[in-house]
């Protein structure tokens, strides 16, 4: 692999005097529903385990495969800058899904509703945010830093969109046609759709069929009492695992390991005899099972871990942040945005728009109705969002998307906006939405200034037109914020159970005549009860768990509506399971705003999660991963393990291969960054992913069909139920482990 080239004499693939249908409609479009599918995918991984990994490959795979099925039916075949503009919008979903997984539903923790309204206008407002902050500094990041600033997902997808140039825009690059161009790019698109398929077929076979138990589980006695071991068995788990490689994924399962089989049976060995419950747990610890320790202690201790590990991350990125928002500053004033002047590979969106755009934000972030902004809070945004912006590019740009650590910068962004209202006397429940709708915009333009910092790069490298780029990425981002709101809406919708209040908090009740407004049940249990109630918001804990009531006319709490995202019950009234989503980091979020503006967190506990975090970096490891890890169940940081061992099998034998003895260790891993492995575990997550929002989905509506199976196959299906059911259910997914070991090993290439 030739070394990189200064910016002064880099010459993108396609020169800047090359004309080529670029921003056609057709590229566009696919860019954006495309963007919307990986944005589903994304949003459910994140909603689980508090992840997300790059879209840009797979949706460039994804692209050129369609366009060469378009071209085979008699249309035309698609140019190099198409593809590239395909990938542009289509990478948005991804990050605004992370930014809404992360924070939005700390507003359902909290225990108020989470209005769709509110969800698409800071999915909308945070994605336009951080690709108007990226847009003045693109020259400083992308073209000045060029030998610096790698962005290593955005010039491995550079790479596979080189790869599978056709004739046409090979001929634009001044380069022979390559015969194998088309079979190379088959073969990629083969490896992405196989596990696409297979992700699908089997989440469906599992989940919906009761096929096998998915999360296999085994819990310990003495001396390990309550100690515990379990993996959900998903593909897309698996996947993610691959994708992020062994380091990162052996320090998650490390953590959830520490919480498992350490502290959890430490609770339980030191709690046992205890007389009186030991707060903020309600119960005995005696009484307590594995889960009810994790609730009511393990969490706020890796919340503690979660945040120190986010904010010491941010402090030794200090020196950077300080260089970022110089070079910022100083290509914001001598940047040129004359396009009739500029070479089309240097024709940015012109600054007057970027300007009007900024300030048009901040006005509707002002008036917004469903934000309950004020003017301070929009003015937190604007500095907070240029600051992190600039964070978040420069970042992307030195360690790649995977670790740039965006839950740092929300930590730190809810930190200083919930003190500054303390000190303004600004608490209650209005002010919680108000923090957090802060940190939302921050976090999403964060994460969105990061990926259009790497599709940049990736049209840089290719001779990509800026200007277009940033109009696609603008296009995608719009798109996929009015989709995944109602998205989020419907996965905890699903999840959510109505539990009768006679369960919880018997004899619970409030004054009817303050409330005003009304609602019912929804989804499977409004069968049974069609009834229209009072909503009450209960934020203490006096006489019941903090939540959202539904009461009668008499102010008598009837249910307590437990959100399917971040929920303590996962069965309804007639025993139908129901799936939760753990949402890790949102979690922390709701834990910071109530802790700060409510001063009612357990201090003690997050404390100890503070000397986890501060005992890993003394010895050298990465804290945020670990805490992470603690903070998880077990069963969801296990299958990331698996995959990022088998990524370890892989790469340790693939780089022993002839076509691979001569490149570096940073060329090692951009090589793996796009191989085989890469796209197939792409496709288990794409497919297990959206196979399970369909599953969610539906759950309300074949709510029957659903519990026949779940009857028959407890029953009768020993891979389900049973004293064996716990390895029968390893068997199918073994298959899918070696089927991705065997698809990503490579045949060795001997130098001619």
């Known amino acids: 692999m030739p070394k990189e080239t200064s910016a002064s004499s880099f010459k993108p693939y396609i020169p800047a005097s090359a004309q080529l249908p670029e921003m056609t409609a057709r590229a566009l479009i696919m860019g954006v529903i495309l963007g919307m599918i990986f944005g589903a995918s994304s949003l459910y991984l994140v909603l689980k385990v508090g992840l997300t990994v790059s879209a840009s490959i ?124 088309q079979d190379d790019a088959n073969r990629r698109a083969k490896i992405i759709f196989a596990g696409f398929g297979i992700g699908l077929l089997y989440k469906i076979a599992n989940v919906a069929f009761k096929g096998w138990k998915d999360t296999p589980e085994v819990t310990f006695g003495a001396p390990l009492k309550a100690g515990s071991l379990g993996a959900e068995v998903s593909p897309e788990l698996l996947g993610v695992g691959y994708i992020i490689g062994p380091r990162i994924a052996a320090v998650m399962a490390a953590g959830g390991v520490m919480s498992y089989l350490l502290l959890i049976p430490m609770i339980k060995f030191f709690g046992d005899a205890l007389l009186t419950p030991l707060a903020p747990a309600t119960k005995l610890i005696s009484e307590m099972s594995p ?110 998307s995977s670790s740039n650590p965006i839950s740092g910068m929300t930590v730190a962004t809810l930190l200083f906006t919930c003190l500054i209202f303390l000190l ?46 940033q109009y696609a990425i603008l296009a995608g981002a719009l798109s996929s914020a009015l989709i995944l709101g109602p998205i989020l809406l419907k996965l905890n919708d ?76 996962n069965k309804r009234p007639d025993g139908t399971e129901v799936k939760k989503y753990d949402a890790p980091k949102a979690v922390l979020m709701s834990y910071i705003i109530k802790g700060i503006l409510d001063q009612q967190l357990p201090w003690t506990l997050v404390l100890f999660g503070v000397m986890i975090a501060l005992v890993l970096e003394m010895a050298g490891i990465p804290s945020l991963a670990f805490a992470v890890g603690v903070y998880l169940p077990l069963s969801s940081s296990a299958p990331l393990f698996i995959g990022g061992m088998i990524r370890w099998l892989v790469d340790r034998r693939n780089n022993k291969l002839d076509q691979y003895k001569s490149l570096n260790a940073e060329e090692m891993q951009a090589a793996g960054d796009r191989s085989s492995g890469v796209l197939l575990s792409s496709g288990y997550i794409a497919g297990g992913a959206l196979a399970g929002i369909v599953i969610a989905f539906t759950a309300g509506i074949l709510t029957g069909f659903d519990k026949a199976i779940g009857d028959w196959a407890t029953a009768h299906n020993p891979f389900f139920e049973g004293a064996y059911a716990n390895g029968l259910t390893l068997i199918p997914y073994a298959v ?6 065997l698809v990503a090993r490579e045949k060795n290439v001997k130098a001619n």
């Open 736 to 741: 899918i482990i070696l089927t991705l070991y």
């Open 424 to 469: 303004m006397g600004w608490t209650g429940g209005q002010y919680y939405v108000t923090a957090l709708s802060v940190g939302a915009i921050v976090c999403i333009a964060s994460s969105n200034g990061g990926t259009t910092s790497q599709d940049l790069k990736t049209g840089y490298l290719v001779g990509s037109t800026p200007r277009l780029q």
């Open 58 to 181: 797979p949706v460039a795979v994804i692209a050129i495969t369609l366009f060469r099925l378009f071209n085979k039916f008699g249309g035309k075949d698609s140019t190099i800058l198409e593809n590239s503009i395909t990938q542009t919008a289509g990478s948005a979903g991804e990050s605004l899904a992370f930014g809404l997984g992360v924070t939005m539903p700390a507003i359902l923790i909290l225990g108020f509703d989470l209005e769709i309204s509110r969800v698409m206008l800071v999915g909308c407002l945070g994605g336009l945010l951080g690709i108007l902050m990226m847009i003045p500094m693109r020259r400083t990041m992308i073209v000045e830093k060029h030998g610096e600033l790698k962005y290593p997902e955005g010039t491995a997808c550079a790479e596979v969109l080189k790869a599978a140039a056709t004739d046409t825009s090979r001929e634009a690059a001044g380069e022979s046609s390559n015969p194998h161009a």
């Open 494 to 569: 699903a999840g959510t159970v109505y539990v009768p209040a006679a369960q919880v908090a018997p004899a619970l009740s409030t004054d009817a005549s303050k409330l005003t407004e009304t609602a019912s049940l929804q989804g499977p249990q409004a069968e049974q009860d069609k009834a229209s109630y009072k909503v009450w918001h209960k934020t203490d804990t006096v006489g019941g768990p903090a939540g959202k009531y539904l009461v009668d006319n008499a102010g008598k709490a009837v249910y307590l509506v437990d959100p399917g995202i971040n929920g303590a019950y």
């Open 291 to 400: 889960h009810d320790i994790r609730s009511s202690y393990i969490l706020y201790i890796g919340a503690g871990a979660v945040a120190a590990g986010g904010l010491i991350s941010l402090v030794r990125a200090m020196p950077t942040i300080w260089r970022s928002l110089s070079a910022g500053l100083a290509g914001m004033r001598n940047g040129k945005n004359d396009a009739a002047a500029t070479l089309r590979t240097d024709q940015d969106i012109p600054m007057k728009w970027v300007v009007i755009g900024a300030l048009a934000i901040i006005a509707i972030i002002t008036f917004a109705t469903p934000l309950h902004m004020n003017f301070l809070g929009a003015l937190l945004i604007l500095v907070f969002g240029f600051l992190f912006v600039t964070v978040s590019s420069r970042l992307t740009g030195e360690i790649g």
